[in-house]
């Protein structure tokens, strides 16, 4: 089961990816929506093709199928960074 769950999310598009891996940190649709600079509806329907391509309903499901797939790491330095909008790259 876990190899047709990563082939299924091969599927997902890049953007859906990075929603994606906002639910998995927990984000509300409305905090991704802000995140992504977009509208909670635009972040409603990715979520909704998210849960069509790999076949799932359930928030808490997909985030937990994307953190073992390795898909969406959760190390706190990680959150931190991209919570500060800072990242590999980013100055002092």
Known sequence: MR???GGRFEELSAR???VLCLIARG???QEI????????????NH???IYQKIGMDDR???ALWAVRLGLVSLDAD???NEEA????NAGP
Do not use: C, Q
């Not at 929506?33 to 409603?44: G, M």
């Not at 909008?85 to 590999?88: F, H, I």
């Open 47 to 49: 979520v909704s093709r």
């Open 16 to 18: 859906e990816l990075e």
């Open 85 to 88: 909008g800072g990242g590999a």
């Open 33 to 44: 929506a802000r995140r992504l600079f977009i509208s909670p509806h635009t972040v409603k």
């Open 78 to 80: 990680d959150a931190e």
């Open 60 to 62: 808490t499901k997909v």
């Open 3 to 5: 190899d047709a769950a």
């Open 27 to 29: 984000l509300t649709n």
